[in-house]
């Protein structure tokens, strides 16, 4: 993958960690870190072959997704989509949503909250689905050079890329990251 296609000859060579690249895939997608919905320790939710489990070692829960629900937003509403002859519906229309996008604080599969999610920033919410989303979210914020071939980052909140906030989601980040201790 290219840099942009940004650089000229004149640009003077800066540290790598100073550079930001959209990630070629989207690794951090699974597993996913939640909330144990029996104990409230930390669990993992993820792809497995027959169906998507959720299990936590704390309380040994274990749980297969039925592959019936799906938790999304649709045009800013939390809604259930169920599975109709293999296309997701929403029960409220009874019909495809045109756009869904996920819950920002919840697994979509199995509907329980996820474990890293933070306020900071004035009440915004900073959440990351596991360690290399908030690895990710981490480059992002404190890049000081940013690949502007769009991708992901362009997704995220205006609020986490104000430099003013800059130090504050980094902090919010640490605090996550301490949790998985
Ligand atoms: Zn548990």
């Known amino acids: 993958m290219g840099a942009g296609g940004q650089e000229t000859t004149r640009d003077r060579p800066r540290p ?10 989207l690794e951090w997608q699974d ?4 909330i144990c919905p029996r104990c409230g320790n930390r669990a993992v939710a993820e792809d497995a072959e027959g169906g998507a489990r959720l299990r936590c070692e704390a309380c040994t829960l274990r749980r297969v997704w039925s592959g019936q629900d799906l938790h999304v937003t649709v045009d800013g509403r939390d809604v259930v989509l169920v599975r109709r002859a293999g296309v997701w519906v929403d029960p409220v229309t009874g019909r495809p949503p045109a756009r869904t996008s996920l819950l920002p604080t919840r697994e979509a ?3 329980v909250p996820l474990w ?6 004035g009440g915004r ?34 609020w986490m890329k104000r430099a003013g906030n800059r130090d504050e989601v980094i902090r919010a980040i640490a605090r996550l990251r301490a949790t998985l201790q």
């Open 16 to 25: 790598d960690a100073a550079r930001f690249r959209e990630p070629a895939t």
């Open 31 to 34: 597993p996913v870190l939640v």
């Open 109 to 111: 599969r199995f509907g």
């Open 116 to 121: 890293l999610v933070t306020e900071c920033c």
């Open 125 to 158: 919410v900073l959440w990351a689905r596991n360690e290399e989303h908030l690895d990710y979210l981490r480059a992002y914020v404190t890049a000081t050079l940013r690949d502007r071939s769009g991708g992901l980052s362009t997704k995220l909140p205006t």
